[in-house]
């Protein structure tokens, strides 16, 4: 598995955050978190890469850009399975 899947960028007590965050540690995911926080400004960079404002936001090692809990959730899932068991077990294991 690599080193780190991404970063997700939350607020910490954010019930999406929170989800993701057990997705995380019962999938043993190495993720990075950065606090932003909406209600208070977001960054430039965090505006620059997600021009919704949006949290739960994800950035992908590979310059993925995702937002919304159940997209990242699902994404980090499938990245998971691709890094655990390679593609042709991957498949088999999500579609029967």
Do not use: W
């Not at 404002?53 to 990242?72: M, V």
Request: glycine share 8%.
């Amino acid at each position: 598995m690599p080193a780190s899947f991404g970063t997700i960028y939350c607020t910490d007590g954010n019930p999406r955050t929170v989800a993701l965050r057990i997705l995380a540690k019962q999938n043993k995911l190495d993720i990075n978190y950065v606090e932003e926080a909406p209600a208070k400004g977001v960054s430039a960079e965090f505006r620059k890469k997600f021009p919704m404002g949006k949290i739960p936001a994800f950035e992908g090692n590979d310059g993925y850009l995702l937002h919304e809990c159940n997209a990242i959730a699902i994404y980090c899932k499938f990245l998971f399975f691709f890094t655990s068991f390679g593609d042709e077990i991957h498949f088999k294991t999500v579609y029967p």
